[in-house]
């Protein structure tokens, strides 16, 4: 087992609606890498993912947001899929929770649609992000600029398109996370 990530404890932020794969293969790599992840939703007891075009497995939910400090996590996880960060960029819980890993410099993963939480944090000015394409103009109107890659990394935020990034996204998502803080 990889030990980059030992003694780190990394809080992934989801909601139902959130695409499956984008929590589940940055989850199993952070954990081969020796993390420890926790699921954190507004939701209790459990979570529902979507897979693809339908509704896909239930995940059990480590903490609700109420009960989640930021202050007890070394990185930040934002699975995409489209109702999930929806619905978190409208809960204040989960942004103030999001807000409190950029303001701290602790590095942030956003893949897919997962830059709407960020966005709606008011931090996102003057970095280089990317996305799924359909964000673009909500990331340029708040600020960043938006490039079309695989993977970007900018003081500690790791941002990817989608599923077929994931392989270069939990690559870089384990180098920012085992690296700490980063200025901002």
């Not at 929806?86 to 989960?94: F, M, Q, S, T």
Request: with cysteine; aromatic share 6%.
């Amino acid at each position: 087992m990889a030990t980059q990530l030992a003694g780190k404890k990394i809080a992934i932020l989801v909601d139902n609606g959130f695409e499956q794969v984008e929590l589940t293969d940055p989850q199993k790599a952070l954990e081969g890498a020796g993390a420890e992840t926790h699921i954190i939703s507004p939701q209790d007891g459990e979570v529902k993912a979507w897979k693809h075009t339908d509704w896909g497995d239930k995940f059990r939910v480590d903490k609700k947001i109420k009960e989640a400090r930021a202050e007890d996590y070394d990185g930040l996880l934002l699975p995409g899929g489209v109702m999930n960060p929806d619905h978190l960029r409208g809960n204040k819980e989960a942004v103030a929770f999001v807000d409190k890993f950029l303001t701290s410099g602790k590095p942030v993963a956003a893949i897919c649609h997962g830059p709407w939480t960020l966005i709606e944090t008011g931090k996102v000015k003057g970095l280089k992000m990317t996305s799924y394409p359909s964000l673009q103009t909500d990331l340029k109107n708040a600020g960043a600029e938006w490039v079309d890659q695989e993977v970007v990394v900018d003081k500690g935020i790791v941002t990817s398109r989608n599923p077929n990034d994931i392989p270069a996204f939990n690559k870089k998502i384990i180098e920012e996370f085992a690296e700490g803080k980063h200025e901002r």
